[in-house]
């Protein structure tokens, strides 16, 4: 069982920048690839990017390329996003996940775990 709280959210102009963080429960948070995706209102869920185990790899959504990174901290249980470059069309419910097969995966579906969220706004 892994619990997943995402903290870092909040209002910002565009242009501006904020780092999403994740807290992770449980002992065997390093078996895990961590996700984040988002959800704008009247919108579907957007995978935004993922990152492996280890750290060493990560996947980043075309929309976002460039702007976000991910990174983690397998000592402390956390996972980051870090968003650069806002657009107001970045607005939207981030979601931290968590999946425990290697395989990628950009479908909300198939990670095993996720958090409440965290709203972003994005001011023009």
């Known amino acids: 069982q892994v619990q997943l709280v995402e903290s870092g959210g909040g209002l910002v102009q565009a242009g501006g920048s904020l780092r999403l963080s994740c807290a992770a429960s449980?002992?065997?948070?390093?078996?895990?690839?961590m996700g984040w995706f988002r959800q704008a209102p009247g919108k579907d869920r957007e995978f935004v990017g993922r990152?492996?185990?280890?750290?060493?790899?990560?996947y980043i959504a075309d929309s976002v390329k460039g702007r976000f990174t991910i990174s983690r901290d397998n000592a402390k249980n956390m996972v980051y996003l870090q968003m650069n470059s806002l657009k107001p069309e970045d607005t939207a419910v981030y979601f931290c996940?968590?999946?425990?097969?290697?395989?990628?995966?950009?479908?909300?579906?198939?990670?095993?775990?996720w958090g409440q969220g965290t709203q972003v706004t994005v001011s023009s």
């Open positions: 996940t968590a999946r425990r097969s290697v395989v990628i995966s950009t479908r909300w579906g198939e990670y095993d775990y």
């Open positions: 990152i492996n185990r280890t750290g060493g790899s990560t």
């Open positions: 449980g002992r065997i948070f390093d078996s895990y690839d």
